[in-house]
Antibody, heavy 121, light 107 residues
Framework: EVQLVQSGAEVKKPGDSLKISCKGS????????IAWVRQMPGKGLEWMGI????????TYSPSFQGQVTISADKSISTAYLQWGSLKASDTAMYYC??????????????WGQGTLVTVSS | EIVLTQSPGTLSLSPGERATLSCRAS???????LAWYQQKPGQAPRLLIY???SRATGIPDRFSGSVSGTDFTLTISRLEPEDFAVYYC????????FGQGTKVEIK
């Protein structure tokens, strides 16, 4: 069974650093892209970026370029999203999602359960 | 950047009624990379439709997708109580973008 399991909720202060994780299982982790998606409280979904764990090829949304770092450790089937200095506006739910392709179509078929990040002084 | 505009913002319907949700792309996109997701409160999004019109595994056939040019449509033929949720379209061709969502609420 394919699963993406994310790390637990975090409460941080402005200026703190943070790294959250997304562990894949039940499939070949190096064969599928993993995306990160932000959902601010009461708002819609925003794509942040995507990584191919096989070679760590990464693409960022222009809105998030330079604001976060996406990485992966294929030896432990885990993708990461990290911040160097959090702001209150980073308060949100963060999801990882697997990208799969079939018959020429691509989509996000499996999602993590989400990691709630709260940034407050 | 490709912008996806969903309409209406909110759809108020009763169980058993038909729901028609729209997603318009700001420029031509490949249907292969257009998907629809359902999100319920406190849950992660769930894939419903990919390739504009193919149902994902386990999705009931009351859900269907279609396309005409840059206009994509998700139709729920007869609303069940569990279908009241927020629906997002997404394109993953050139970069990725999501529409702003349509909330289907009980009238």
């Amino acid at each position: 069974e394919v699963q993406l399991v994310q790390s637990g909720a975090e409460v941080k202060k402005p200026g703190d650093s943070l790294k959250i994780s997304c562990k894949g299982s039940g499939y070949s982790f190096t064969s599928n892209w993993i995306a990160w998606v932000r959902q601010m409280p009461g708002k819609g979904l925003e794509w942040m970026g995507i990584i191919y764990p096989g070679d760590s090829d990464t693409t960022y949304s222009p809105s998030f370029q330079g604001q976060v770092t996406i990485s992966a450790d294929k030896s432990i089937s885990t993708a990461y999203l990290q911040w160097g200095s959090l702001k209150a506006s980073d308060t949100a739910m963060y999801y990882c999602a697997r990208r799969d392709c079939s018959g020429g179509s691509c989509y996000s078929d499996y999602w993590g359960q989400g990691t709630l990040v709260t940034v407050s002084s | 950047e490709i912008v996806l505009t969903q309409s209406p913002g909110t759809l108020s319907l009763s169980p058993g009624e038909r729901a028609t949700l729209s997603c318009r792309a700001s420029q031509s996109i490949s249907s292969a990379y257009l998907a629809w997701y359902q999100q319920k409160p406190g849950q992660a999004p769930r894939l419903l439709i990919y390739g504009a019109s193919s149902r994902a595994t386990g999705i009931p056939d009351r859900f269907s997708g279609s396309v005409s040019g840059t206009d994509f449509t998700l139709t729920i033929s007869r609303l069940e109580p569990e279908d009241f949720a927020v629906y997002y379209c997404q394109q993953s061709g050139t970069s990725w973008t999501f529409g702003q969502g349509t909330k289907v609420e009980i009238k």
